[in-house]
């Protein structure tokens, strides 16, 4: 049953409660730099119609920590339309995609409150990264396939190789004393399938080597990436059968354990459905419109701070979008709840990897823009590594410092390695850009 929020938030202070809804690790992270808002003042408002707007306006905008970045949004704007330097313009679209990011968590999660956790596990499934969609798309429209593949490629090394080793190492530091354990059956199973994902990144790479000229290889690399990724959305459906209509359904459903580790104990939602669903729409349209700002200036910013494209989307724009969820994993690692800091980190480079990459290729396809699942022999060697050392690293059910600290020093060197490089203008026969090394 809908409701509005402007009688019972405003009367008491308190929301309706509501059956469990569909909270995933995803969820749970978002929701630790969420704080309830001050009523007091907008409940004074006579207006009930003015009343609820300014509820859910003040709910949107102070109900998250990072709330201090809410100002971000329409500097970015006003400094593109008053021509600021577009490096600048880059920087403050960055800082604003943080908080709306964080925003769109606690909408998808506010309507599955209304949809039950079948259908809230399918929202979060198909919108818990949906900030690198959008990035993504607008780099599509641009024709900007390097971006599109670098902003990817960094969300998924930012996953497995910062996230989770900043989470088990400080984790393991503050519970020093503790055992940190966790159900690796889970982390088993993401990384299954981020296996699959690399052995399609992996295959289109090679092609060039079966023979043939170099129009063949590109058009076989081309066409085995769009069969690749037809696979790995199909294995992503199956993953999500396999969690939402089976025995590990529970995963989806409501954790009474989330409450004592939440600073803020939520009753219900604190916002009507189809009020969650307009301010979602607004959240997303401004996710939009900063992401076009990022495509448009990110090559400014580059040959203005010397930096590659390469460098500033894998490293720096995978750190700004998703600044909320990965300070949720740490915080819940510090907490001492690893399995929901795993559900963050795999989860997030598993749906990336599988339902977003594959996505992207097919939405290309249908644009008409040749996509495909090549991402140059560097990048996948250093995605295939930070797998293998993820995988390898959780396999057996526990966790301490160490693990973490070898995971940084892993996404340290990658780091460093697109930090020494700038973009060569040259593309080669598989419309990839080559990299030298900058001069020293």
């Known amino acids: 049953m809908d409701f509005e929020p402007g009688t019972s938030i405003l009367q008491n202070g308190a929301v309706k409660s509501s059956p469990r809804h569909a909270r995933t690790a995803h969820n749970m992270s ?61 920087v403050v679209s960055l800082m604003g995609i943080a908080p709306l990011a964080e925003r769109l968590s606690f909408l998808t999660e506010t309507i599955s409150y209304f949809t039950g956790p079948t259908v809230g596990g399918l929202l979060n499934a198909t919108c818990g990264n949906a900030t690198e969609l959008i990035v993504a798309i607008f780099a599509l429209r641009k024709g900007n396939i390097k971006l599109v593949k670098y902003s990817l490629l960094g969300s998924l090394l930012s996953n ?128 939009a419109l900063l992401s076009e700002y990022v495509v448009a200036t990110i090559e400014d910013a580059s040959e203005t701070w010397g930096l590659s494209v390469a460098f500033l989307s894998i490293i720096l724009l995978s750190l700004v979008g998703n600044a909320a969820e990965h300070a949720g994993a740490v915080i819940f690692a510090y907490k001492n709840k690893l399995d929901i800091t795993l559900g963050v980190a795999l989860g997030s480079a ?71 490089t700038t973009d060569d203008v040259t593309i080669n026969n598989l419309g990839l850009p080559t990299v030298q090394l900058k001069q020293q």
């Open 350 to 420: 598993n749906q990336i990897g599988m339902f977003v990459v594959p996505l992207c290729v097919i939405v290309a396809w249908i644009m008409g823009i040749n996509m495909d699942l090549n991402f140059n022999i560097t990048e996948t060697v250093s995605l295939a590594l930070s797998i293998l050392a993820s995988s390898s690293i959780l396999q057996n059910g526990n966790s301490h410092y160490m693990k973490g600290l070898i995971l940084l020093l892993f996404y340290i060197v990658i780091a460093t390695y697109f930090f020494l």
């Open 30 to 90: 978002s929701s630790s730099l969420r704080k309830k808002s001050d009523l007091t003042l907008v409940s004074k408002v006579r207006f009930g119609s003015l009343r609820l707007f300014l509820v859910n306006l003040q709910e949107v905008i102070l109900g998250t920590r990072i709330w201090i970045l809410f100002p971000a949004v329409p500097l970015a704007v006003l400094a593109n339309s008053f021509g600021f330097a577009r490096p600048w313009v880059f």
């Open 160 to 287: 497995l190789l910062l996230v989770l080793g900043t989470s088990l190492f400080f984790g393991g530091i503050l519970n020093i004393n503790k055992q940190q354990t966790f159900d690796s059956s889970q982390a088993e199973v993401n990384s299954h399938m981020l296996m699959l994902a690399l052995q399609c990144y992996f295959l289109p790479m090679l092609f060039p080597n079966v023979g043939g000229s170099a129009d063949e290889a590109r058009v076989g690399a081309l066409r085995l990436s769009r069969v690749c990724s037809v696979v790995m959305l199909v294995a992503y459906v199956a993953h999500l059968i396999f969690n939402l209509w089976s025995s590990h359904r529970p995963y989806f459903e409501g954790n009474e354990e989330l409450d004592e580790y939440n600073d803020v104990v939520e009753e219900g939602p604190v916002m009507g459905k189809w009020s969650a669903m307009a301010w979602l729409v607004v959240i997303t349209l401004l996710v």
